[in-house]
């Protein structure tokens, strides 16, 4: 067996039922991509669009495709056509270019919402505190769908650094959840890298994006 084989066995070996695993594609080929669907992943989340219709025009429709860095707007048109979910919708700017482009293609876009869970003020993502009324308004917008919230946290040392943060967009998660809503289905909760997936999945993720321990290091 390939290592790329091995690595995802492993892993989708011991995650619990209800967790999706999102292959974390940045830097890797589009021949390592399929490998990786071929080795049983099915869904690839790209942080680069340019980087993602590479992989796409070798790949199609054989996996479902999530995008998980920060979109520009003006990539808005081209990653619609690619994407299946927009992980990362991290401002209103952002939220309305997706509306006018989504209804333009005459669909609509399932979208997460990005937590800056640590607040630092030079990432992306919303924070915690703003989150419902963020919520509110693009459950609004007739061409997004939004079914959760993602976050990366800070980077720590330590993945047991990570949990807190966790625990908090979790928090805003349940909230979100009560609210019910209209239109909104908050049903994903997209949290964990390879360091540190398995404390997201103890914390109530139940989308985790792993690269490196599938690809190897970058
Ligand atoms: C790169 C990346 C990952 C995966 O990181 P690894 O540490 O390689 O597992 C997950 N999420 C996002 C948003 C990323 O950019």
């Known amino acids: 067996m390939d290592t790329i084989k091995e690595n995802i066995k492993k892993i989708l070996d011991e995650l619990p039922d209800g967790v999706e695993l999102v292959a974390a ?17 099915k869904i690839i989340g790209e942080n680069y669009v340019q980087e993602a219709e590479k992989a796409f025009n070798f790949l199609g429709k054989k996996a479902r495709w999530h995008f998980i860095g920060h979109l520009q707007r003006n990539k808005v048109k081209k990653a619609i056509r ?12 952002l939220a309305k270019e997706i509306e ?4 333009r293609e005459d669909l609509v876009m399932p979208v997460l919402i990005e ?33 959760g919230l993602m976050t ?7 993945p047991e650094n990570a949990r807190p943060y966790f625990v908090e967009t979790r928090k805003v998660f349940e909230k ?12 994903y909760l997209s949290m964990g890298m390879t360091n540190s997936y398995k404390i997201a999945v103890e914390e ?11 690809f190897g290091p970058r």
Do not use: W, Y
């Open 100 to 103: 006018t482009r989504a209804e």
């Open 204 to 214: 109530g993720a139940n989308i985790v994006r792993i690269g490196t321990k599938i």
């Open 82 to 93: 690619i994407f299946d979910m927009i992980e990362t919708v991290d401002s209103m700017k």
């Open 152 to 158: 990366m946290g800070p980077m720590v040392g330590d």
């Open 176 to 187: 979100l959840k009560k609210l019910s809503i209209p239109s909104a289905e908050m049903k």
């Open 25 to 41: 594609a940045k830097a890797r080929t589009p021949e390592q991509v399929n490998q990786a669907v071929e080795a049983g992943i």
């Open 115 to 147: 937590v800056n869970s640590g607040r630092e003020e030079q990432k992306f993502g919303v924070f915690p505190q703003d989150v419902e009324e963020f919520a509110r308004k693009i459950a609004e917008f007739d061409h997004l769908k939004l079914q």
